[in-house]
């Protein structure tokens, strides 16, 4: 069974950095999405960065996706945090097998495995 497990988030000063991991346990041939989406209350959950092997994409310059294959894991690095990237912060993973696959994925939120989620919160 896919298991994903967040961890990073805590509070922050705006203009401050902080690093998310996610570790994914039972694997599965093909899981090679990875993806960091976000959610506010009263809110729909957005995408902030995905990665398929050496692809990779983020809307907001300020953010960075990478991986570490062999440990299975995957990391967002924000930057020049401010109030408004307050959320709760979730890593996603998909079944990807091509490049095809991650085009379409990466603009979806339908994606099939996900953690519980890590609060970051930021403060003026």
């Known amino acids: 069974q896919v298991q994903l497990a967040e961890s990073g988030g805590t509070s922050v000063q705006a203009g401050g950095s902080l690093r998310l991991s996610c570790v994914m346990s039972g694997a599965i041939d093909g899981l090679r999405c990875m993806g960091w989406f976000r959610q506010v209350p009263g809110k729909e959950r957005e995408g902030v960065a995905h990665?398929?092997?050496s692809y990779i994409d983020y809307d907001d310059p300020r953010f960075s996706i990478s991986q570490n294959i062999a440990k299975n894991a995957v990391y967002l690095e924000m930057t020049r945090l401010t109030p408004e990237d307050t959320a709760m912060y979730y890593c996603?993973?998909?079944?990807?097998?091509?490049?095809?696959?991650?085009?379409?994925?990466?603009?979806?939120?339908?994606?099939?495995?996900w953690g519980q989620g890590t609060r970051v919160t930021v403060s003026s």
């Open positions: 990665i398929y092997t």
């Open positions: 996603a993973a998909q079944l990807c097998r091509s490049y095809d696959d991650y085009l379409y994925w990466r603009t979806s939120r339908q994606w099939s495995y």
